[in-house]
């Protein structure tokens, strides 16, 4: 019975140093692949400061909303595309937390990180890092004439989704059994203009409202948070307020922009033409139209902030209603346009 015992002993062990022998061969370890344990964190922005100092004199009071109410939140999954040197990919999904992740042996693979729960967004050129970008969905509306004269031959987009991205070069190494730990920080692609078209008289006889954003960026790039140099005109609709009317646009910025925050050399704000459009329907079913250079508000906020237009009147005469009109329509453009061009007040 000692005998076998001792037999036993020594057969376990020479099984034990035969599969630790196998595992060190790659070929022949078919169930211990090196993993990779990503950890998510998550930068809530909403704008970038460029000198307007939003963060830090910020008054509640007026907006209605906190700065930080402004904030997006954190999204529900996220798709990391892993780059191969021979230039094959494959994608995975994580929890806003992160997660395990298997990876293959070897060096000089890289990551790409971003939330996929987007609509507004179309996706492109993902498996080639230097090229993957979102670009706005299309979206149409009749009329448009100042906009069409300023900014000719451009799309008009739906505003984008709020989508993240982060971008990792160069992942270490991997071994058999090799488990490393890797924290990417998840950043803000699409930022918010809160715009404001404040009111002195004649807010009563305003029934809907609605807004173009013209000369704003068209795609963004996930690998650097980098501009196109191709614009667009952002359609959008607008709360009644108070004060006036009110939108909360979101956007990709300015074009050809490169971002500080993402590890860049700051561009400059460059010499392009932005526009704000403001579009009324009236209770008495006539449109009322206002169009704005905004060039100068935008220099100090090319990804996100406040854009502020006051002064806006709708004088009795215009406003008055005497025809009992049904304003519930759809097709703003069949009514006649009344435009009604006014000085911007900063």
């Known amino acids: 019975m000692k005998i076998i015992n001792q037999y036993s002993i020594l057969s376990v062990a020479l099984l034990a140093s035969t599969l630790f022998t196998a595992c060190e061969r790659t070929e022949l370890c078919y169930d211990h692949f090196p993993t990779l344990n990503v950890g998510l964190s998550w930068e809530h922005e909403w704008e970038r400061d460029y000198g307007m100092n939003h963060a830090s004199n910020w008054d509640a009071s007026l907006h209605g909303f906190t700065y930080d109410d402004m904030r997006p939140e954190r999204p529900e999954w996220v798709n990391m595309v892993i780059s191969k040197p021979n230039g094959t990919s494959n994608e995975t999904y994580l929890n806003p937390e992160g997660g395990e992740v298997s990876v293959d042996l070897g060096s000089g693979q890289s990551y790409l990180l971003y939330n996929g729960d987007t609509e507004y967004i179309m996706l492109s050129d993902m498996t080639s890092m230097p090229d993957a970008r979102a670009t706005a969905t299309s979206r149409t509306r009749s009329g448009m004439t100042y906009m069409n004269e300023h900014h000719p031959n451009v799309r008009s987009t739906n505003p984008p989704d709020v989508i993240y991205a982060a971008y990792v070069e160069n992942a270490p190494e991997f071994k058999v059994h090799d488990h490393h730990s890797l924290d990417v920080k998840m950043q803000p692609l699409v930022y918010t203009y809160v715009i404001r078209y404040e009111f002195d008289y004649g807010l009563e006889h305003v029934s809907l409202a609605r807004g ?135």
């Open 212 to 346: 173009a954003l013209g000369g704003m960026a068209e795609s963004v790039y996930l690998r650097d948070g980098h501009t196109s140099e191709n614009a667009s005109v952002i359609l959008f609709d607008c709360d009644v307020k108070p004060f006036g009317c009110e939108a909360h646009v979101r956007s990709f910025g300015i074009p050809s922009f490169s971002d500080e925050y993402y590890g860049r050399a700051e561009s400059e704000t460059p010499d392009l033409p932005f526009s704000l459009n403001l579009e009324i329907l009236l209770r008495n079913g006539k449109i009322v139209e206002y169009n704005y250079d905004i060039a100068d508000q935008m220099k100090k906020q090319p990804r996100g902030g406040v854009i502020t237009i006051s002064g806006l009147r709708i004088e009795d005469q215009i406003g008055e209603s005497d025809s009992g009109f049904n304003v519930d329509v759809d097709d703003w453009p069949e009514h006649d346009v009344i435009d009604l061009p006014i000085e911007v007040q900063p």
